[in-house]
């Protein structure tokens, strides 16, 4: 066993596991209902190949709606064993039947797992591992990552190598695993897992990156053929999770039309964003969207998309949406008002394990109050009846203490 076992993507009929090995092996997963453990389900079974870092993503379809599952992995015929929990859950069928459940999640970004002999010289930037022991502690339904979810390095932004190393590097931390063995995982990327530092379209290894995205996390579609753009529900929300790196166009360019998401990526977004009738609709992104300042890679540096984005999602009077992103190495809630209609909201996350930052430019849409320089996650709550539904949203740290907290009533995003 090299790493895992993770519980990706859940819906109401299918779930899926994924694990890896060191080596070539057979692997399957054996699951049940935990409230008739008697009767035993399979997976197919794999062989897990170097050609694809060993990894195995299997599929458990014999499940039905809103249950939880027990399961155990088994590799080459022999189980293994680990001193945690192993469980996933369905999704639960709620539409014209009942108000939809109560449920939490996590949201972060920015997850160095040191590695001296590849790391730069001096102090060691990735610290704090003890926050995925926090994390698994609040017991969340699922975990969002927002990107920066591994941090390549010069020696693997060349090769197909480099680059598998890294993911497999990162998803072995020993802190991580009883995370990822009990709660569902959904991921988007950002520049240091999609490629070097401020990276964009012209990055010349996008191809073999996004091939160890699709290894490596259990995300439940792909919209487009290039890139990690997805979407998923979670009860009566929804979470679009974009992809700010596939398509952007250089920081530098100014002789090109600058573009962050690109225009199929928006004008899917907008599609997207205009049907769904969610109550929350959470966009998510690698780095900030509302704030205004054009510093490093925020949205601001893209001005033209950004107001377009904006004022077609004003335009198309779409109700209740949400910004979660990370990047900027501090925790900050910023607040856009609008005239005519609700305020919107972004909520940054950052980081979790990586070297914190404090900024320095003016955001003077930061709600007072809400800036947070250390390492933290934060963990989102949503419940109540279906016309009266509430988000609380915590920032917390390392060691789970809440630094501050927000209440969002779907009725005040209308």
């Known amino acids: 066993m090299q790493s895992g076992p993770m519980v990706g993507y859940s819906d109401m009929r299918e779930v899926m596991l994924w694990a890896q090995t060191s080596q070539p092996a057979k692997v399957k997963f054996v699951y049940w209902d935990l409230a008739s453990p008697a009767k035993k389900f399979s997976t197919d079974e794999v062989n897990t190949q170097k050609q694809t870092a060993y990894t195995a993503r299997l599929i458990a379809d014999q499940v039905l709606p809103g249950k939880k599952y027990g399961y155990e992995l088994l590799i080459n015929g022999k189980k293994v064993a680990r001193p945690y929990p192993l469980e996933f859950q369905t999704q639960v069928l709620w539409q014209w039947r009942t108000d939809p459940p109560a449920f939490k999640f996590v949201f972060g970004s920015c997850a160095y797992v040191n590695e001296p002999e590849f790391d730069r010289p001096g102090q060691p930037y990735g610290a704090g591992y003890e926050i995925f022991t926090t994390i698994h502690q609040q017991k969340p339904?699922?975990?969002?990552?927002?990107?920066?979810?591994?941090?390549t390095r010069e020696g693997d932004w060349n090769t197909r190598t480099g680059v598998l190393h890294r993911y497999t590097h990162t998803r072995s931390l020993p802190e991580m695993q009883p995370l990822l063995a009990s709660t569902h995982h959904y991921a988007t990327w950002?520049?240091?897992?999609?490629?070097?530092d401020d990276s964009d379209r012209s990055f010349w290894l996008k191809p073999v990156t996004l091939e160890a995205f699709k290894l490596f996390w259990g995300n439940p579609n792909y919209i487009f053929d290039e890139?990690?753009?997805?979407?998923?529900?979670?009860?009566?929300?929804?979470?679009f999770m974009l992809d700010g790196r596939y398509f952007k166009s250089p920081n530098h360019n100014s002789v090109m039309?600058?573009?962050?998401?690109?225009?199929?990526?928006l004008d899917w977004l907008i599609d997207a964003l205009t049907y769904s009738k969610a109550t929350f609709k959470f966009i998510v992104i690698g780095g900030q969207v509302l704030n205004?300042?054009?510093?490093?890679?925020?949205?601001?540096?893209?001005?033209?998309?950004?107001?377009?984005?904006?004022?077609?999602?004003?335009?198309?009077?779409?109700?209740g949406v949400i910004f979660l992103d990370g990047d900027r190495h501090h925790a900050v809630l910023s607040k856009l008002e609008r005239d005519g209609t609700y305020p919107l909201y972004d909520f940054t996350a950052s980081p979790m394990t990586a070297g914190p930052a404090k900024p320095t430019e003016n955001n003077y849409l930061q709600v007072p109050g809400t800036l947070f320089t250390e390492r933290n996650f934060a963990l989102a709550e949503v419940s109540g009846p279906l016309k009266d539904r509430v988000l609380k949203v915590s920032i917390m740290d390392t060691q789970g203490k809440v630094i501050w907290m927000r209440e969002l009533k779907a009725s005040e995003l209308k």
């Open 292 to 319: 205004p300042a054009a510093v490093v890679e925020n949205y601001a540096t893209y001005p033209e998309e950004r107001e377009k984005l904006l004022r077609l999602i004003t335009a198309a009077k779409v109700p």
């Open 190 to 196: 950002d520049d240091h897992d999609f490629g070097p």
């Open 227 to 239: 890139g990690v753009t997805s979407t998923f529900h979670w009860a009566d929300v929804q979470f």
């Open 141 to 151: 339904d699922f975990m969002v990552w927002m990107g920066d979810n591994t941090y």
């Open 257 to 265: 039309e600058r573009t962050m998401l690109g225009k199929q990526q």
